[in-house]
């Protein structure tokens, strides 16, 4: 009996004690590969505007909260994605091209809370804003996502890369394949400022 419960409390402090390696951003994203009639070459910039560069932040109640960098740089994960997805929709990629796109990553996180004694819940977010310049009008538009799992054994760093990969992949295929981009691309009049949330 007292083996058993040694056991158990060894087995609960390993759980406890997770440790945690960087974070691979690694989304598998499969685009439309519908060619985007009538587009102009554009440039291609991707930004991080995060707050901070974590990837996944858990907060266990009375455990120390712990925080997960990236092993790769999500910017470049990012631009490599989009150029992808652009090149297969027939988009010429020129960085001197007078249709400027810049990507702006604005949150990409997996929250860990404990609700109970044993169950823990892993929140993600994924906001990403898309904008395209051209000489005098601009169009520019947020994409979102959440995605909520609830699980009874404390996440490791594989949990954590399957949750942030799915969404961003979700998120990133969402924004690639856009017609309201499509349309603003191919458009070669002057118009007036659009601009969209």
């Known amino acids: ?5 040694l056991a158990s409390f060894a087995l609960l402090l390993s759980a406890c004690s997770t440790q945690y390696a960087p974070m691979i951003v690694n989304p598998v994203i499969k685009y439309s590969g519908q ?8 440039s291609l910039q991707v930004q991080d505007m995060r707050p901070a560069q974590y990837l996944a932040k858990i907060d266990g109640s009375s455990e120390k909260v712990t ?3 990236a092993s790769n740089s999500i910017t470049a994960v990012v631009e490599e994605k989009i ?3 652009y090149q297969q929709h027939g988009i010429e990629l020129n960085s001197e091209a007078a249709i400027k796109t810049t990507i702006e990553l604005h949150s990409a996180l997996v929250d860990v809370t404990k609700p109970g004694h044993f169950d823990y819940k892993m929140d993600t977010h994924v906001k990403i804003r898309v904008k395209v310049e051209k000489t005098d009008t601009t169009f520019s ?3 979102r996502g959440k995605r909520s799992t609830m699980t009874n054994i ?13 969404l961003l992949a979700r998120v990133l295929k969402d924004l690639a394949d856009d017609k309201e981009v499509q349309q603003f691309i191919a458009v070669t009049e002057t118009t007036d400022t659009a601009v969209q949330e």
């Open 1 to 5: 009996m007292k083996s058993l419960v």
């Open 67 to 69: 925080l997960v960098p």
């Open 83 to 85: 150029r992808t997805a």
């Open 154 to 166: 404390k996440p490791d760093t594989a949990a954590l890369e399957q949750e942030l990969n799915a």
């Open 35 to 42: 060619t985007w009639q009538q587009s102009q070459p554009v």
């Open 141 to 143: 538009k947020m994409f």
